[in-house]
């Protein structure tokens, strides 16, 4: 396991690589990095990467690759259809989550249009741990509801349970019930629940969940997106599975779903995604759309380098040394922040470090996207880009107001094997003194919002003219130091 203790008793994450290419980073004065948020609308989203120290907007096809991943590129067999590249990816897969059927897909919402597109009706409700970005708005655009059933834990910023990310098996029953089977499209489960911190499902859970969903004749649909932090998580927080096997445990998670989907661009550090099912009738409705949407069924709109580069690194995931070098990176963040009063969600999850930024800035109403506020104030003070998952990240109700969002979250992503300790340590410090001159942080309003996801091109502006004022307060408190 990559973390090591020290002869003074500290336990410390041990990176288990070494780096051997490297790219430039820069760090801008605080006045340029001013410039460049305003620039950008006050959406890190729009920040151009030259202005950025320290990329940790998401995981999503940031992570590093191995040198395996790079030479199995080279391989790749360059054809429309029928590529051995595929065939490659294919039998991975089939090693990895023994499930009998297959179809490529550009990335995980493609696989969200493909399983939206056939399984929900106008009117079904589908059920599940918790809902992702992308996953609400398939469901949405296809006429269904959904319904979010995730333990009370989950919903709670600080906690010591292990598995916040599990379903609250009562209320599951109670929704199956109340709405009835038939008009419950499928229910959910996703791996190291994102939006509430990175939060992992237990075995335990998702075995219950299916017998209850295969008892009522629903399908059971899993998220793996984020299968690397979950398996670690298992593998070193349920008693049962405590150093088991990790193919194993994959594929014991796989015979108790009907469907598993991913984004490449998370799971096996490449770029793409993919769906497996256990069905064949229900394999064949969905592979009508991947030539229609995705492209020919042997590459599904990835390019055979980034197929080849997959089917590395989905075996590298099997590799306890390697996934578990973000969660421990994450947990040094985390505690970090926490010995420093930063507020922080509680227990650290895979992904990256969620910091409670309705707590952070209390002060600021949730109406003025205090997550949003916070995502700017750091990258002013620190070059550090992270992303807001709050109130800014939901889609207004139909009425034109506000969907407020239950936690407002600064998410501080933790790329696969990327940064360092070092500046991990940066991103702590910077942050604490934000912490130290919050009062500082004012509210943010649109000037530019679109109607669908909103958070990607949305452009906002200060209240007030706090990022002037925070920028003093900076460099009265460093100097001349960037
Ligand atoms: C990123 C993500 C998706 C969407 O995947 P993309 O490849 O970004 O389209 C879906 N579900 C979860 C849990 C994710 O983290």
Same mark, same amino acid.
């Given at each position: 396991?990559?973390?090591?203790? #020290?002869? $003074?008793?500290?336990?410390?994450? &041990?990176?288990?690589?070494?780096?051997?290419?490297?790219?430039?980073?820069?760090?801008?004065?605080?006045?340029?990095?001013?410039?460049?948020?305003?620039?950008? %609308?006050?959406?890190? #989203? *729009? *920040?151009?990467?030259?202005?950025?120290?320290?990329?940790?907007?998401?995981?999503?096809?940031?992570?590093?690759?191995?040198?395996?991943?790079?030479?199995?590129?080279?391989?790749?067999?360059?054809?429309?259809?029928?590529?051995?590249?595929?065939?490659?990816?294919?039998?991975?897969?089939?090693? &990895?989550?023994?499930?009998?059927?297959?179809?490529?897909?550009?990335?995980?919402?493609?696989?969200?249009? +493909?399983?939206?597109?056939? *399984?929900?009706?106008?009117?079904?409700?589908?059920?599940?741990?918790?809902?992702? =970005?992308?996953?609400?708005?398939?469901?949405?655009?296809?006429?269904?509801?959904?319904?979010?059933?995730?333990?009370?834990?989950?919903?709670?910023? !600080?906690?010591?349970?292990?598995?916040?990310?599990?379903?609250?098996?009562?209320? @599951?029953?109670? $929704?199956?019930?109340?709405?009835?089977?038939?008009?419950?499209?499928?229910?959910? +489960?996703?791996?190291?629940?994102?939006?509430?911190?990175?939060?992992?499902?237990?075995?335990?859970? &998702?075995?219950?969940?299916?017998?209850?969903?295969? !008892?009522?004749?629903?399908?059971?649909?899993?998220?793996?997106?984020?299968?690397?932090?979950?398996?670690?998580? +298992?593998?070193?927080?349920?008693?049962?599975?405590? %150093?088991?096997?990790?193919?194993?445990? =994959?594929?014991?998670?796989?015979?108790?779903?009907?469907?598993?989907?991913?984004?490449?661009?998370?799971?096996?550090?490449?770029?793409?995604?993919?769906?497996?099912?256990?069905?064949?009738?229900?394999? *064949?409705?969905?592979?009508?759309?991947?030539?229609?949407?995705?492209?020919? @069924?042997?590459?599904? %709109?990835?390019?055979?380098?980034?197929?080849?580069?997959? !089917?590395?690194?989905?075996?590298?995931?099997?590799?306890?040394?390697?996934?578990?070098?973000?969660?421990?990176?994450?947990?040094?963040?985390?505690?970090?922040? @926490?010995?420093?009063?930063?507020?922080?969600?509680?227990?650290? %999850?895979?992904?990256?470090?969620?910091?409670?930024?309705?707590? #952070?800035?209390?002060?600021?109403?949730?109406?003025?996207?205090?997550?949003?506020?916070?995502?700017?104030?750091?990258?002013?003070?620190?070059?550090?880009?992270? &992303?807001?998952?709050?109130?800014?990240?939901?889609?207004?109700?139909?009425?034109? /107001?506000?969907?407020?969002?239950?936690?407002?979250?600064?998410?501080?992503?933790?790329?696969?094997?990327?940064?360092?300790? /070092?500046?991990?340590?940066?991103?702590?410090?910077?942050?604490?003194?934000?912490?130290?001159?919050?009062?500082? +942080?004012?509210?943010?309003?649109?000037?530019?919002?679109? /109607?669908?996801?909103?958070?990607? #091109?949305?452009?906002?502006?200060?209240?007030?003219?706090?990022?002037?004022?925070?920028?003093?307060?900076?460099?009265?408190?460093?100097?001349?130091?960037?």
């Amino acid at each position: 396991m990559s973390s090591v203790k #020290f002869w $003074s008793g500290e336990q410390v994450p &041990m990176e288990m690589h070494k780096v051997r290419m490297v790219q430039r980073v820069n760090l801008k004065p605080i006045e340029e990095r001013q410039a460049a948020m305003e620039e950008a %609308g006050f959406n890190t #989203f *729009l *920040l151009r990467n030259r202005d950025v120290f320290l990329d940790m907007l998401t995981d999503s096809g940031v992570n590093a690759m191995s040198e395996n991943q790079y030479a199995a590129m080279m391989q790749a067999d360059d054809s429309y259809a029928g590529s051995e590249t595929y065939y490659r990816l294919e039998a991975a897969l089939e090693d &990895m989550f023994a499930m009998p059927y297959f179809l490529p897909t550009h990335q995980g919402r493609a696989c969200e249009h +493909i399983i939206a597109k056939t *399984l929900v009706k106008p009117g079904s409700t589908a059920l599940m741990n918790y809902h992702f =970005t992308t996953t609400k708005a398939h469901i949405s655009i296809c006429g269904g509801e959904l319904e979010e059933l995730v333990s009370a834990a989950g919903r709670e910023i !600080t906690s010591d349970l292990p598995f916040k990310g599990n379903f609250d098996l009562d209320k @599951l029953n109670e $929704s199956i019930t109340r709405l009835g089977a038939q008009n419950v499209s499928f229910v959910r +489960i996703e791996a190291g629940t994102n939006l509430i911190g990175g939060q992992p499902v237990s075995m335990a859970n &998702m075995r219950a969940v299916s017998k209850i969903c295969r !008892t009522a004749g629903i399908p059971v649909v899993y998220d793996a997106s984020l299968l690397a932090d979950n398996l670690y998580f +298992i593998a070193t927080r349920e008693e049962e599975y405590i %150093g088991k096997d990790l193919k194993d445990i =994959t594929r014991e998670i796989a015979s108790m779903m009907d469907v598993v989907y991913f984004s490449a661009r998370k799971l096996g550090a490449a770029r793409g995604g993919g769906i497996l099912v256990q069905n064949e009738d229900m394999f *064949l409705k969905m592979r009508e759309l991947i030539p229609l949407y995705e492209g020919f @069924l042997t590459y599904g %709109g990835m390019s055979v380098r980034e197929m080849e580069a997959l !089917t590395v690194g989905l075996y590298e995931t099997l590799d306890i040394d390697v996934i578990s070098q973000t969660p421990l990176f994450v947990k040094a963040l985390c505690e970090e922040l @926490l010995g420093r009063g930063v507020p922080v969600v509680t227990p650290a %999850g895979g992904l990256g470090c969620h910091v409670d930024a309705g707590g #952070f800035c209390a002060h600021i109403p949730q109406e003025e996207y205090p997550a949003g506020a916070l995502a700017a104030a750091a990258f002013i003070v620190s070059g550090v880009r992270g &992303m807001e998952r709050g109130t800014l990240s939901e889609q207004r109700q139909a009425d034109g /107001s506000e969907t407020f969002a239950e936690m407002e979250l600064l998410r501080l992503a933790v790329p696969k094997r990327v940064y360092t300790l /070092s500046q991990v340590k940066y991103v702590a410090d910077r942050l604490a003194w934000l912490h130290e001159n919050r009062h500082l +942080i004012g509210g943010l309003k649109f000037v530019e919002e679109p /109607s669908v996801l909103r958070f990607f #091109f949305g452009r906002l502006a200060p209240i007030g003219d706090w990022p002037t004022k925070l920028t003093e307060a900076f460099r009265r408190d460093f100097g001349d130091s960037l």
